[in-house]
């Protein structure tokens, strides 16, 4: 049947599907939404109709035609997944043209519940890319139950080039590290590139089910047609200087881009890659070489920020402005080094590095200088993320006068009161069991018992983002469940001066 999407209304405000007969609002729609079409528009009003599969939700509904778009924008959907990054990248084409990029896919199985939910019902599970931006669990962890799955597919799996082996310790995980006198500095210089160098750290029968990257590596090698490829400075497609994602370079003609701004990769005097170990730690330095992604989409731009630190913040920073040593707060030089890295990677959005622990740089902050910042981060876990000092520092280095804060954690809803009530009525029903239970009450028990042992959440968290390039809004999920309102938005337009603002 004939679609169209919802449109951005000029007047700013939300837009509802209405009932046919009493002209109520039955439920509220969002950018880009998807609508099922039935027939021609009728005085200024086209016919919908909602879920149109299913033999028990399908509906016929109304739309003001002046409500409706042709046009699709990109959507970015940064996942509640606990503790941990998912997101999704959804370009603006539609139909076989679309593509669906995953970046990280959180520690459990709330990235492959969603997928199936969002795409199971219109479309394959064949999608474009897999990123994993470095080897933490509560990065990589959700990957697992998509690669376990035989309906799911990708075409390529990205990787910053770390893998890490099925022995224990901390760099030996990574083949180790090896100092360089010369330099003065250690190096890891085992990088894996590709599939074939990747394959060759799992042979056949090697016992690897005590560890947590080892198997998510062999599920996904036992995944039909993924190619492996490593990203960063020095990997991907070469285009003026700089290095893209395959298929999101400026030659492929597409109104956005996803440029690889990290990780750097050394070389040695061999020519041979190497990637240089930051703060002396095994953790810093796996975290501290993220793939960093920086989507650009006509005037607006997204910075990926992985599990980046202070370390590899200033190292960053030192390289793209070209300098040997990091400057002091305050002086000219200083000044200059945040100048030169923000032609780089001054970014509109920015995915908040690590979770929003406080292991930032104010430099790195104000180089980005973003008009909003996303924190993924989740509950019942002791990193206290996000911090509330980092989120000082967040509102001091942001664009203009009231920058946006937004967090998965933040802007989810729990059912407290639903379980109080559960809790009680269970109580009850026990104490009653002295007379024995009726075959009712037996059964009510386990529903209820049931219910509480479901996930106590109400709404998730999930952040969206959506952009034709000219106008972007970052969305969430309104706490209390209401179809007809459902979303609370920011939206951000540039000024006749360029200056980026909250309308």
């Known amino acids: 049947m004939p679609h169209k999407f919802v449109g951005l209304r000029d ?276 975290n501290g070489h993220s793939v960093i992604l920086q989507l650009q989409y006509k005037d607006f731009s997204v910075l990926f920020g992985g599990d980046l630190n202070s370390h590899a913040e200033k190292y960053l920073l030192m390289h793209y402005a070209g300098i040997d040593d990091f400057p002091d707060t305050g002086t000219q030089d200083y000044e200059d080094m945040i100048e030169d890295a923000g032609a780089r990677w001054r970014s509109d959005i920015m995915k908040v590095c690590h979770h929003g622990a406080s292991d930032v740089t104010d430099a790195f902050l104000e180089t980005v200088n973003p008009a909003c910042f996303i924190i993924s981060s989740g509950d019942e876990e002791g990193h206290v993320h996000p911090r509330p000092d980092l989120l000082g520092r967040l509102g001091r280095f942001g664009r203009g006068k009231a920058p946006v804060l937004l967090s998965t954690e933040l802007q989810r809803s729990s059912r407290e009161r639903e379980d109080a009530k559960l809790i009680e009525r269970v109580n009850r029903t026990i104490a009653k069991t002295g007379n024995g239970l009726t075959a009712n009450q037996q059964a009510k028990l386990r529903e209820d018992i049931r219910s509480l042992a479901k996930v106590n959440v109400d709404v998730y968290g999930a952040i969206y983002l959506k952009s034709d390039g000219d106008r972007l809004i970052t ?19 540039f000024d006749s001066r360029g200056r980026l603002s909250v309308v």
């Open 11 to 286: 007047d700013g405000k939300h837009t509802h599907l209405y009932d046919a007969v009493n002209g109520a609002k039955v439920r509220e729609v969002l950018w880009g939404d998807w609508l099922t079409i039935d027939g021609p528009p009728s005085q200024g009003w086209q016919k919908v109709i909602w879920s149109p599969n299913s033999p028990t939700n399908r509906r016929e509904l109304f739309i003001p035609e002046d409500h409706l778009s042709d046009d699709r924008p990109l959507e970015i959907i940064f996942l509640d997944v606990g503790q941990g990054d998912g997101a999704i990248l959804i370009t603006p084409e539609t139909d076989q043209d679309e593509r669906v990029m995953v970046i990280d896919a959180g520690i459990g199985d709330n990235m492959h519940r969603f997928l199936r939910k969002r795409f199971g019902g219109y479309r394959s599970l064949h999608f474009d890319a897999a990123v994993l931006t470095h080897p933490d669990e509560d990065h990589y962890g959700g990957f697992k139950p998509i690669f376990d799955d035989s309906g799911f597919r990708f075409k390529k799996l990205y990787h910053n080039g770390l893998i890490e082996r099925a022995v224990s310790g901390s760099f030996e995980k990574i083949g180790g590290k090896v100092r360089d006198d010369a330099a003065r500095r250690s190096y890891v210089t085992d990088i894996r590139s590709d599939r074939a160098s990747v394959d060759a750290l799992y042979p056949p029968g090697a016992p690897i089910d005590t560890y947590e990257f080892p198997p998510l590596m062999r599920s996904a090698l036992a995944m039909p047609g993924l190619d492996f490829e490593m990203l960063s400075t020095s990997h991907g497609v070469a285009d003026n200087g700089r290095r893209y994602v395959p298929g999101f370079a400026p030659a492929d003609a597409h109104p956005y881009q996803i440029e690889i701004l990290a990780p750097v990769c050394e070389f040695d005097a061999n020519g041979d890659t190497r990637l240089r170990v930051l703060g002396s730690s095994y953790g810093k330095t796996k």
């Open 475 to 493: 969305a969430f999920k309104i706490e209390q469940p209401s179809l007809k309102k459902r979303w609370f938005w920011f939206e951000y337009k």
